[in-house]
């Protein structure tokens, strides 16, 4: 699903934010990169998602090689990711419904079959009855819940996520990330950029370290015969 080739990323700024890096992620599978701030988590996402191209190396998703991709067909390759950030980006103006609609509003799909998944997205993250809110109405758990709807609505066979814990407390947490784990569990490949080696502990997926943007390690529980 996802295949990184001796990447490396270098900015205007003369910043190399990733060097050399290389591992790849099967399709079904949840994983986790980690590592100090500025170590790469962002950066690695914003190639996955072509919102950053490599200096470097090549980048495949879903077997389709990014460099390929060009400007007028980024729009078509993020149809096929879900994602999730740290700050929700939901539209104020407008109802939890609406937000979660909007990729398939986007896509031009029909009004009957938005109402039949919105629905379906928010009662998965435990929201159905709050369709009707203004996001400013909702707490930071519920926004960040919304936010995954949201990524969620259109099935796409990646998610991605960016820090999507970093505003909450253990136990909210917690539950966010068992969230993910369950469309894990359903085949979609997930993929989240998270510090918190504590949470990272206790959910026993693959997690890439990335320092000074080289991969460090890739660890990969022992499960139990």
Sequence with gaps: ?????????????????????????????????????????????????????????????????????????????????????????????????????????????????????????????????????APLALSTGEQQRVGIARAIVAKPPLIIADEPTGNLDPQLSLEIMNLFAEFGAVGTTVLIASHDLLLLKRMQKRVLVLDHGRLVDDYRPVRAA
């Design 1 to 133: 699903m996802i295949r990184f080739d001796n990447v490396s990323k270098r900015y205007l700024t003369g910043l190399d934010a990733l060097a050399e890096v290389s591992f790849e992620i099967e399709a079904g599978e949840m994983a986790f990169v980690t590592g100090h701030s500025g170590a790469g988590k962002s950066t690695l996402l914003k190639l996955v998602s072509l919102a950053e191209r490599p200096t470097r190396g090549h980048v495949t998703v879903n077997e389709r090689e990014l460099a390929r991709v060009r400007r007028r067909g980024i729009p078509q390759h993020r149809r096929g990711i879900g994602m999730v950030f740290q700050d929700h980006r939901l539209l104020t103006d407008r109802s939890v419904f609406d937000n979660v609609a909007l990729p398939l509003l986007i896509a031009g799909t029909s009004r009957a079959e938005i109402a039949k998944r919105v629905r379906a997205a928010l009662d998965k993250v435990g929201l159905l009855a709050r369709e009707k809110a």
